[in-house]
């Protein structure tokens, strides 16, 4: 079966440091993988996602970026963290398929705190 | 392009009381639609999909929803709620490649 590994599950950063938060998938091959935000009250925001090793789609301008450097592994970074990038991110697989009827299946999300 | 509305931000039932949490949908096309259920501080899992095909589609841990194509909607449903179903639960809309679109959630608070 698959799984989806995603940690730190907490960190507390202090306002201009570097992120980088990692996301694993296990039991599956070429996933299409994604990267979420969640703020209170406003649902899900999809950040970045990818369909293969080194494609990266941007869904909305920031100070994050992602990388995809294995197959089953996607990554999430800034160089210089925000206050404004506090919140509890979330990583996501579906089957790539070439259709958009796949549910997506996500991690334990991690929760970032900037100070 | 695609939205879901989740009318109701907060939602409280009595344990054993039937539940019926609304979404409404916008898309031009069939969509494909989700309900997800998040506990606190953890991930969402999907409780049930909608393809095509029978309106009435079967979840997991007895939930079920109701796809009405001329409301443009997909409420999800429970006929008596457990203590354990306090969650925060979301709609989402598939109708583009790659673009799932996530409604605002309801939280479910269950009351003795």
């Known amino acids: 079966s698959q799984t989806i590994h995603q940690w730190p599950a907490t960190l507390v950063q202090p306002v201009g440091s570097p992120l980088s938060l990692e996301c694993t998938v296990e039991g599956t091959s070429n996933p299409n993988l994604y990267w979420y935000r969640q703020a209170a009250g406003r649902g899900l925001q999809l950040l970045f996602y990818?369909?293969?090793?080194?494609?990266i789609s941007s869904e909305v301008p920031q100070n994050l970026s992602a990388s995809r450097p294995q197959d089953r592994q996607f990554i999430l970074s800034s160089k210089k963290l925000l206050l404004s990038d506090s919140g509890f991110y979330l990583c996501a697989w579906s089957v790539e398929t070439g259709w958009d009827n796949q549910p997506q299946h996500f991690g334990d999300g991690t929760r970032l705190s900037i100070l | 392009a695609q939205s879901v509305t989740q009318p109701d931000i907060h939602i409280t039932v009595s344990e054993g009381a039937s539940l019926e949490l609304r979404c409404n949908y916008s898309y031009g096309a069939t969509p494909y639609l989700f309900w997800y259920v998040q506990s606190p501080g953890q991930g969402l899992q999907l409780l049930l999909k909608?393809?095509?095909?029978?309106?009435l589609v079967q979840g997991i841990k007895g939930f079920e929803a109701e796809f009405k194509r001329s409301q443009s909607s997909f409420n999800l449903r429970k006929p008596s709620v457990h203590w354990s179903d306090a969650a925060e639960y979301f709609c989402a809309v598939s109708g583009g490649y790659q673009k799932v679109t996530f409604g605002t959630g309801t939280k479910l608070q269950v009351i003795p």
């Open positions: 909608y393809f095509s095909g029978d309106t």
């Open positions: 990818s369909v293969g090793i080194g494609q």
